[in-house]
């Protein structure tokens, strides 16, 4: 089954387990197919293969499967109880109520208080399970999908959640001291009375996210994305997420922010007009569409801040290189601009175009070039050293006696581009299209 209804010459339809996801009260795992066929009593007989929902390599685990029939699509009954099986085993099931119907079949995860310490559950598909207060030390969930699972109570201390998908997940009062939640989305979790001590957070998306009582001292959360994240007076945050929690929530205009720690902070669509950022230190922030408006920079660090959207206007004082880098990302400055001997070290250009520029004897080391394009620039005697040109296009650029020690070159496109003199020494290649055509993979 592809996941469509299927119809048979007796009026019977199949939801197949492909749609569980969408169904109300799903509880899918991995996907699989459901054949419907007629027995010689002209009853219905569904068939499956059991699979897990975990792949290869990782602890197996079978769900149990439940039938549900429905005259409507509407509501559904179950049709006996859960049955369980063996890996591959195939499973079958008749039902004796012959008359018209629509079935689906329903995958179950319920392991409550089991003690799965240390198990490997990586990239499993675990959509819905139950894992009510098992113990999981020091387990492998990274890249896992836990949509709208249950782990209240559940014992996750030092273990891997490395961009794993918890929405909507029921987190009170999980232990996840030390615990690993890096590029994980955590998207309106009920993380309430949760305990986040010293765990790694690094962009993790807690949009809407419930962390009232919750405890998160220590814990790292550069990049973390705090968009109607919930707090209360108990929530335990340290002053610096907090603050970042505030500006992203509450705004900061015409605030005094001066000689403030802002590295690494997400504040896309923050409110900083008019607000005092003198000598703080935004190294590497995320400013995407924020309103900078009016704003006082004097002196603060912009190393790699992200410019793209951000409101800037004739009252923003900043320094002329973000200005510039602000320029070429919002006013398209960037495109066949003289740009020779400019300083365009340390700045965040991803996705910028550079095309036909003239970049000779630039200062570009320690940039971000990712999907920018060059297409057709010259970039004679300019230093790239160390920056980053994952898919970024370099076709017909000029290259001759660049420097490009150290830089990524992941996915870009180098073709026609004149390398005479070119120094690479350290580059990274990895499916980039060097000048000749040719693909280079070391």
Sequence with gaps: MNGMPFKSTLGFALIAGELLNLAVEARAQRAFSISLSVTNQTQPLLSWEAQSATPAGDLILVPQYQVLRSADLQNWTPVGGPVTGALHQNMSLVD?????????????????????????????????????????????????????????????????????????????????????????????????????????????????????????????????????????????????????????????PNGVLTNQDLRFAFLEDANLNGARLNNSDLTESDLERADLRGANLTGARLTLADFQGTLLDTNTLINPQALLVWRILNQNAGAGANLASANLGGVWLAAANLGNANLTNANCTSSEFFQANLNGANCTHANFSQSDFTSATLTNANLTSASMTFVDLRDANLLNAITNGCNFTGAFFTNTIMPDGSIRNF
């Design 96 to 252: 004796s109520n012959s008359a018209a119907a629509f079935y689906r079949v329903q995958s179950l995860i319920s392991l409550e208080y089991a003690q799965m310490d240390n198990v490997r559950l990586s990239s499993g598909e675990l959509t819905g399970a139950d894992f009510f207060g098992a113990s999981l030390f020091g387990a492998r969930l990274d890249s896992a999908t836990l949509k709208g699972a249950d782990l209240a109570g559940a014992d996750l201390r030092n273990a891997d959640l490395s961009a794993a998908s918890l929405q909507n997940a029921n987190l009170f009062a999980l232990e996840a001291a030390r615990a690993v939640f890096d590029a994980a989305s955590l998207k309106g979790a009920d993380a309430s009375f949760a305990d986040f001590s010293a765990a790694s957070m690094v962009g993790t998306d807690l949009r809407g996210a419930d962390l009232s009582s919750a405890i998160l001292a220590d814990a790292t959360l550069d990049f973390a994305d705090f968009r109607g994240t919930i707090l209360d007076t108990d929530t335990f945050l340290d002053p610096k997420p907090q603050l970042i929690w505030q500006i992203v929530n509450q705004g900061r």
